[in-house]
Every structure is written in C-alpha cells, then in structure tokens.
C-alpha cells in the first residue's frame, strides 16, 4: 500500500448520512468482507437499478476509488438466465472492520443487539429501497430479512417497535432447499406510519414501493 493511500484512510471518516446509508444497505442488499488487514463493503443491484447503485457511488465516492461495474452471471436457480447486475467496492478500512465485528461475528450476517441504536429514518429508507416491497393484497409491506435467523427477525420486529412504533410480524415465504423462508410483514396499521417516515428520503425510482 503506497504512502499516500495510508495517508489517505488515516484522514477517511464516515459523515452520519454516509453512517445511516451504509447501516441501512448491510440490513439490505450490501456486504462486508474481511480483505488482509480490514473490512470491505460491496454494493450491488439489479440492472433495473442502475441509477440507485450510482447514487450510493456518488455518496460514498471518497470511499470509492472505481466508478460502478456491469456484471453479468449465471442465474442459480436457471442456469439457462444471465443476471446483469452493477457492482461497487469501498476501500478496506477499520470502520468498516469494526462494522463488521458487530454484524458478521462468525462470518455470516447477523441482527447484532444494539440494532435499534443504529436505526433511523434514513437508515430504515435504504433498507426499505433495497428489501421492501408492497404487500399484493391488503395494505401492509414486507421487508425481505429471509437470510437472517429467525432470532435476528424477531431483533429487528422489536427495534422497529421501539425506533417507530411500526407493528410487524414474521411472515413465512416457502421453502428453499428444505428450509422455511420468513420475512418481516409491516400490517396495514403501521404502513401509513412507515410512509411518513420514508417518504423524505425514497428516491423517484422506488416510489411505487410505498405507494
């Protein structure tokens, strides 16, 4: 790592929006991973959101060094289906390191306790742009945490009650490969709450979401 680059991280901080953002996409669709030395966060979306990926670029563009890549893949559940998808790396830091610790302890995805510390309406908006979706019946959202435990749903149905005052429940969602899916449904109650609290802050392309 050359001189200027260690400079460089040493000066390296989060603002609290940039804080609020990247709390919100680790509950949502981003991931930390452990480079030699420290953490790395990647953001990547759909081809549908291209223009969401670049707006998350934009905000954490002195933590990112390359502008977003087009990927393309294998769709695992149809091999004969391409995903195109468009990617982003931050730089490796002790912030996101630490971030780590609290969020990947055994090397998965976890609720860590403190998670309704962390929430606040910006943070619950990312999340909601990257997992939410409308309820195809009725008036509730679902919030779409199948890769959490069931333990770690439960975590987060009490900080949304707690930060909010939004009621949720765990949903199931099917199986896949022998397990049980569940999810977090928003009812109908609190979804009006939800929209007041989201609608600041929900970008002109996931507006649908909650409408």
């Known amino acids: 790592m050359g001189k200027q680059l260690v400079t460089y991280k040493k000066r390296l901080s989060l603002d609290p929006r940039q804080r609020s953002i990247l709390i919100g996409s680790i509950l949502g669709d981003a991931n930390l991973r452990m480079m030699k030395s420290h953490a790395t966060m990647t953001i990547e979306h759909a081809d549908s959101q291209r223009e969401y990926v670049f707006w998350k670029y934009k905000i954490f563009q002195n933590w990112i060094f390359t502008p977003p890549q ?4 294998i769709y695992y559940k149809d ?5 195109i998808s468009w990617r982003v790396q931050t730089l490796s830091h002790p912030i996101l390191t ?12 976890i609720v860590p306790n403190n998670i309704a510390d962390l929430l606040n309406p910006l943070t619950l908006s990312v999340w909601f742009m990257d997992d939410g979706s409308r309820k195809t019946y009725g008036r509730g959202a679902f919030l779409h945490t199948q890769n959490f435990s069931l333990k770690g749903q439960k975590r987060l149905i009490e900080a949304l ?19 049980q899916l ?11 709450r939800l929209k007041k609290i989201i609608s600041p802050h929900i970008l002109s392309q996931f507006v649908y979401k909650i409408a």
Do not use: D, M, V
């Open 70 to 73: 087009k990927k393309s893949r």
């Open 79 to 83: 091999p004969s289906r391409k995903i």
């Open 98 to 109: 630490r971030l780590y610790n609290l969020f990947y302890p055994n090397g998965r995805k």
């Open 161 to 179: 009650k707690e930060r909010f005052g939004l009621e949720a429940r765990i949903s199931s969602h099917g199986y896949w490969k022998s397990r």
């Open 182 to 192: 569940f999810r977090l449904y928003i009812t109908a109650a609190s979804f009006p």
